[in-house]
């Protein structure tokens, strides 16, 4: 049954990834973060050091793909900003990560949650003149 669960879900991420917009892809990718340290927290409560390792790696790999998404010729010195903080979240990763700091997790979920709140404010329909 977990199997068949699992490959809905895939299918349903699948599913959302194909038809969102570049501005919806964001908002998915913080998402991802905050769904994988709420994982990995769970994680090292049980004593699951895979789990843990694994959720960990995939909060770094998607904050490294945030980071990467950047456009330093557009963005100016919020590109920069963003860029400063992804590394220190990824720093802040390494060492939840090294030390199972449920502490450094929560500091990241909470710079993901002010990103995000900010993200989803952006209305880029906005931006698109009547015509």
């Known amino acids: 049954m977990n199997s068949h669960v699992r490959q ?18 964001i908002d998915l990718l913080f998402q991802g973060v905050k769904d994988r340290i709420n994982q990995a927290q769970g994680y090292i409560k049980r004593g699951d050091m895979a789990g843990k390792a694994r959720a960990i790696n995939a909060c770094i790999d998607i904050v490294e793909g945030l980071q990467a998404s950047l456009d330093h010729s557009k963005g100016g010195d919020l590109a920069g900003n963003l860029e ?24 990241v979920a909470d710079l993901v949650h002010t990103l995000r709140s900010a993200w989803v404010q952006i209305d880029p329909a906005a931006n698109v003149s009547a015509g």
């Open 8 to 25: 809905y879900q895939q299918l349903d991420v699948t599913t959302a990834i194909d038809s969102a917009s570049p501005h919806q892809l």
């Open 84 to 107: 400063s903080l992804y590394d220190y979240m990824q720093r802040r990763l390494f060492r939840a990560a090294a030390d199972n700091d449920t502490d450094a997790l929560a500091e």
